[in-house]
């Protein structure tokens, strides 16, 4: 049998603006749909979200080597459908246990039919704005999930669903000025002068990131040689009392200089992978953090043939596509930003409280509907429910989307008083 479980979610890929400190979450909402052909019968529907951080290393060789890892659970929330939440716990108030021969009997749970259709439960779910977002890496890994499952008798294989969800971070451009050009110049004993620069410091997978030489000898006996620019990549994980350093070298590109004896200005492209395991975005929490480094150096050599290498590194963001087109968009004037949000709805704000989901089902044929921005009650003041204590500053209240117009607003004949 075909499954007939399918999750739409509104995102899949939730953008959490600013810190863990500032940032005042998201909402995750959906459907979960269970098209069936026929009428079949289950013991339960749910649907489970949940986030899990994990990490795991070999140190030593052979038999003397000792494995470290470590798992936790970062949140888990359940939804019960069928049967409803007040179902189930009166069901399970009346089951009862017979003693035969020391041994201990439950009464069976009870099945529910459901007829064939298509049948709907939407849901929601606010996430906090602390959580650690999405990673994969060799060693360690971040991940969220939506699970389905339908329950059916002992007899019948359950339908189960898996649908993972993506949470990435935007950088504070304050704390971090990634998008700034970065330079270098300096003098080396008095024998060579050189600039260095990047357009920016922030970049995504696949990128090309050209880098400016400007090198001048100031001894004529001296020669540049050749340049090289190392796209490096540290990884630390921590499991319990034990912690561990990878370094990895993801790129790298050597340009030889055609003459030696001349100032020499060139723009070296270096390419960053376009996937993991080559290469993974920035990362940063309780148990793993990936940073990301590039070092360049210039290789010189004298008249005697005496060689020196002068060295310096840039640290360097990597992140998802995504985000560094956050990074990158310019903010909007300050007065549509704070006029905005005086019109968020109710009904999104209310639904920040808590959890919720709502059912409907509809027979074959029927037309679905569109998938609703708002759950929940539309009473209620606005802020009602938020968490005030997560303060935005502006850049992060700028990225935000604009709240849409409140539908219920009465007309303006309505409201005015009688002369």
Known sequence: MVNPISIHVLEDTIILQGSQQESAGKLLQGKLILDLKEPIKVRSVNLRFYGKMKVSWREGVGHGQDCHQQERTIMSHKWQFVPQEDEASSSSSTTTQHHHSGSTVGVRRPNYALRAGKH?????????GDLPQSVEATNGRVIYQLKATVER???????????????????QLDDFPAVDTWEVHHTWEDKIEYDINMPTRIYSLGEHIPITFDIKPLDHNLRVQRLVATLKEYRAYRAKEHSTRHTWECAANVVVNPNPLERWNH?????????????????????????HRIKFSIYLQNADGQKSEVRCAAVIMIVPSLVQQAAHNTLPPYQPTTSSSLYRTASNAVSIRGATSRTTVTSTGDQQEPLARSYGSSAGIWWHGMDLSRVPSYNTAAQQEPASLSSSLPPYETIIPPR
């Open 120 to 128: 709907e439960w939407t849901f929601a779910l606010p996430l906090s």
């Open 153 to 171: 008798p002992f007899y019948l294989q359950n339908f189960s669903l898996k649908r993972p969800i993506t949470i990435v971070r935007t950088m």
């Open 267 to 291: 723009v070296l492209d270096l390419k960053i992978p376009k996937e993991p395991p080559h290469v993974h975005c920035d990362s940063d929490n309780d148990m793993m953090k990936i940073q």
